[in-house]
């Protein structure tokens, strides 16, 4: 591995579709989504999301997020929520080595070199940007 490869590339893989967890959205995100989508708001919340007592989130849908594509990509990717876009640099990182091993483990967007500082500094980097 070069080491001007950057520590962490998306490949686009899906893996972190995957799963019976799923992401909160915020009032903001369901309407870009509902506007992306053509979808009334009232439609959105019908065919996409669960209304929990203090949180609204989307869908899990065999074994995946509700929007992950057949083609393995994000149905929503242009308006996908915060959660979404900064995965997998995830603040658990920065206080959690094994966050961080067993986000890895999952994830191929990782240089396979990578190191748990290098991360964690690509990860404090991130957070900034998403301040």
Same mark, same amino acid.
Request: charged share 25%.
């Given at each position: 591995m070069s080491q001007d490869e950057p520590i962490f590339e998306c490949k686009c893989c899906g893996h972190c579709c995957h799963g019976q967890a799923t992401v909160s959205v915020t009032p903001e995100e369901q309407m870009a989504m509902a506007k992306f989508l053509g979808l009334s708001m009232d439609e959105l919340v019908s065919r996409y999301l669960n209304v929990k007592k203090h949180c609204t989130e989307m869908r899990i849908k065999d074994g995946h997020c509700i929007f992950y594509g057949r083609d393995g990509l994000c149905a *929503?990717? $242009?308006? #996908? $929520?915060?959660?979404? =876009?900064? &995965?997998? /640099?995830? $603040?658990? *990182? /920065?206080?959690?080595?094994?966050? &961080? =091993?067993?986000? #890895?483990?999952?994830? $191929?967007g990782f240089r396979k070199d990578a190191t748990y500082t290098q991360v964690c500094a690509l990860v404090k980097e991130k957070l900034n940007g998403f301040e």
């Open positions: *929503i990717h $242009p308006v #996908k $929520p915060f959660h979404c =876009k900064r &995965w997998p /640099l995830h $603040p658990s *990182i /920065l206080s959690d080595e094994a966050a &961080w =091993k067993a986000i #890895k483990a999952d994830c $191929p």
